[in-house]
T-cell receptor, first 112, second 112 residues
Framework: KQEVTQIPAALSVPEGENLVLNCSFTDSAIYNLQWFRQDPGKGLTSLLLIQSSQREQTSGRLNASLDKSSGRSTLYIAASQPGDSATYLC???????????FGPGTRLSVLP | DTAVSQTPKYLVTQMGNDKSIKCEQNLGHDTMYWYKQDSKKFLKIMFSYNNKELIINETVPNRFSPKSPDKAHLNLHINSLELGDSAVYFCADPGLESHEQYFGPGTRLTVT
């Protein structure tokens, strides 16, 4: 059974810092991995999608990497801003394409 | 246009009542999901529904039932509501296998 964990559970950094969020999964037979952002009381916004054959994806200040064999993904945020404060969730899609498993999320606070 | 929409955004009701949450997607895909996010923010899949066929039911009580009047809609019916049903419920379109998953804005259900 696939399990997804995220470290750290919470992170507080001053504005301008670069930071890394970690996601680990137990079963490497995944189809893809997706990073989401969730603001308090809001829905999920897709940030980056990495296919199992890819190593990384970039969007603006965000860079996500995937090491499928070791069951890890990282989300790198450059030059963090207070507006980046949110909970970040990773989710893996299994090889059948039908099942998604989410991590518990990392709550990020960027202090001005 | 919003890819996935849900109504209502908030729902407060008493124990024992029956309620429904509506979901609509305009992406033209065949599969829709329902997720539950509990007070600890864990997001877990409840149902996967593909062309009127229930594919996944992750240990969800049979008081919960998805109803799809047409391809674009997957409504969630809940009978005999219990206090533990209080949570945020998200409808999602998992997209094609290589594509992003899109979430609705969520419905915060409070059972008193």
């Amino acid at each position: 059974k696939q399990e997804v964990t995220q470290i750290p559970a919470a992170l507080s950094v001053p504005e301008g810092e670069n930071l890394v969020l970690n996601c680990s999964f137990t079963d490497s037979a995944i189809y893809n991995l997706q990073w989401f952002r969730q603001d308090p009381g809001k829905g999920l916004t897709s940030l980056l999608l990495i296919q199992s054959s890819q190593r990384e994806q970039t969007s603006g200040r965000l860079n996500a990497s995937l090491d499928k064999s070791s069951g890890r993904s990282t989300l790198y945020i450059a030059a963090s801003q207070p507006g980046d404060s949110a909970t970040y969730l990773c989710a893996v899609r299994d090889n059948y394409g039908q099942n998604f498993v989410f991590g518990p999320g990392t709550r990020l606070s960027v202090l001005p | 246009d919003t890819a996935v929409s849900q109504t209502p955004k908030y729902l407060v009701t008493q124990m024992g009542n029956d309620k429904s949450i509506k979901c609509e997607q305009n992406l033209g895909h065949d599969t829709m999901y329902w997720y539950k996010q509990d007070s600890k923010k864990f997001l877990k899949i409840m149902f996967s529904y593909n062309n009127k066929e229930l594919i996944i039911n992750e240990t969800v009580p049979n008081r919960f039932s998805p109803k799809s009047p047409d391809k674009a809609h997957l409504n969630l019916h809940i009978n005999s509501l219990e206090l533990g049903d209080s949570a945020v419920y998200f409808c999602a379109d998992p997209g094609l296998e290589s594509h992003e998953q899109y979430f609705g804005p969520g419905t915060r259900l409070t059972v008193t």
